[in-house]
């Protein structure tokens, strides 16, 4: 007992301090990147943030004596995000409840839980041209519609393995009470499980919010871009992400800068929605 309390030896000492060092370098290191990227967007995009940029539609290419914004890209990745969120979060909760409470081990629950594990590491282009395939093409039209459901493919797995996991982290103690007091299965699972996890799922959901936002590919495919206000779901419709793509490799300063403002709004929107994710957690 008394060698537990006893002073580490020199040795050991030197190897705790250079792996602590070690450890703190290369989390620095880590750091790098990320701010390297959040500071060029913010020292680039900030400048031409304003009102009008939140507020008036992008002005034609060579114009500089005009209201230059992107309000109608903001209006089309919430629409598109919204349409995706109604998709795929009742599906992905729904899917993870039965992997979870219900067919936990059964031969389909872990096929199902296959599926959607691959899912998740399919690439976006690749949703995207799927999503051409299913809706664009048979309606000949590119549409917001087209692109939230895109989006709802890329945002059905996060929200399905990780709700799986919120709901594995109730206890079965609980459980086991509730039916103690003669709960049904299915009271149980809505009245204590999801109650219980109900932090998590929601975070989840704001985490896969988040990712869909940013997302470009898909909606080149599915959404295309606008020029104009979003008039109907039914057609092409301006996205942030899009916006940036388009603008970046313009030959005209004002489209970069757009870009660039553009690119501040979206950081600002993901930021906001992974915070919000991270204070419902805290709250848990």
């Keep these: 007992m008394r060698d537990a309390f ?7 000492k030197l190897f705790n301090w250079s792996m602590g060092t070690l450890g703190f370098f290369l989390s620095v290191v880590a750091l790098i990147p990320l701010v390297a990227i959040f500071w060029s967007i913010v020292s680039k995009g900030l400048p031409h943030l304003s009102l009008d940029t939140l507020t008036q539609l992008p002005a034609p290419a060579g114009l500089t004596d005009v209201p230059n914004g992107f309000a109608n890209a903001i209006i089309g990745t919430v629409a598109m995000v919204a349409i995706a969120a109604m998709i795929s979060l009742p599906l992905g909760i729904l899917t993870a409840i039965y992997l979870s409470e219900f067919g936990k081990q059964s031969a389909f629950a872990s096929w199902v839980r296959f599926m959607v594990t691959i899912l998740s590491a399919a690439p976006s282009i690749v949703i995207g041209v799927f999503a051409y395939a299913v809706i664009v093409l048979p309606f000949q039209s590119f549409s917001a519609i087209a692109g939230g459901f895109a989006l709802s493919i ?10 799986e996991e ?6 079965n103690s609980q459980r086991m009470a509730s039916a103690a007091l003669g709960a049904g299965y299915a009271r149980t699972t809505l009245r204590i499980v999801i109650a219980r996890a109900l932090p998590g799922i929601i975070t989840s959901g704001l985490l896969a ?4 936002s940013g997302e470009t590919a898909p909606l080149i495919f599915t959404a295309l871009f606008s020029q104009g206000w979003l008039e109907s779901f039914f057609g092409p419709s301006a996205s942030l ?3 940036i793509y388009n603008y970046a490799s313009s030959p005209f300063s004002e489209q970069n800068d757009l870009a660039w403002a553009a690119a501040l709004m979206l950081l600002i929107i993901v930021l906001i929605t992974n915070l919000l994710s991270r204070w419902v957690a805290s709250k848990r």
């Design 6 to 12: 006893a002073p580490l030896a020199p040795s050991k």
């Design 209 to 212: 919010i988040a990712r869909a």
């Design 154 to 163: 890329l945002m059905l797995p996060l929200v399905a393995l990780a709700t």
């Design 241 to 243: 992400s899009v916006l």
């Design 166 to 171: 919120s709901l594995k982290s109730v206890p």
